[in-house]
Nanobody
Framework: QVQLVESGGGLVQPGGSLRLSCAAS????????MGWYRQGPGKQRELVAA???????NYADSVKGRFTISRDNAKNTVYLQMNRLNPEDTAVYYC?????????WGKGTLVTVSS
């Protein structure tokens, strides 16, 4: 049974930083690409960042240069380091893995950027 559990969200002031974590279980973590998505108020869910099994990364234009995705295969965990946060980054952030054509999601962690 695939489980993804996000953590690390919270309230942060503009310009601040947060580090999100997603712990995966029920899969051979090291062989799958992982992704972080977000859904802001009144918005559709969008891809924020993704990392392949080999460590190649890609980012949404809106977060390039500010966010960094990484993975620790020994801990079955993917991270999202978020710097220089702004109010437009306010959203629920979800971890994702695609297995056999099916998408699996965590329950999400809320990030609120506000002064």
């Amino acid at each position: 049974q695939v489980q993804l559990v996000e953590s690390g969200g919270g309230l942060v002031q503009p310009g601040g930083s947060l580090r999100l974590s997603c712990a995966a279980s029920g899969i051979i973590f090291s062989i799958y690409a992982m992704g972080w998505y977000r859904q802001g108020p009144g918005k559709q869910r969008e891809l924020v960042a993704a990392i392949t099994k080999g460590g190649s990364t890609n980012y949404a234009d809106s977060v390039k240069g500010r966010f960094t995705i990484s993975r620790d295969n020994a801990k079955n965990t993917v991270y999202l380091q978020m710097n220089r946060l702004n109010p437009e980054d306010t959203a629920v952030y979800y971890c994702n893995v695609r297995l056999g054509g099916n998408d699996y999601w965590g329950k999400g962690t809320l990030v609120t950027v506000s002064s």
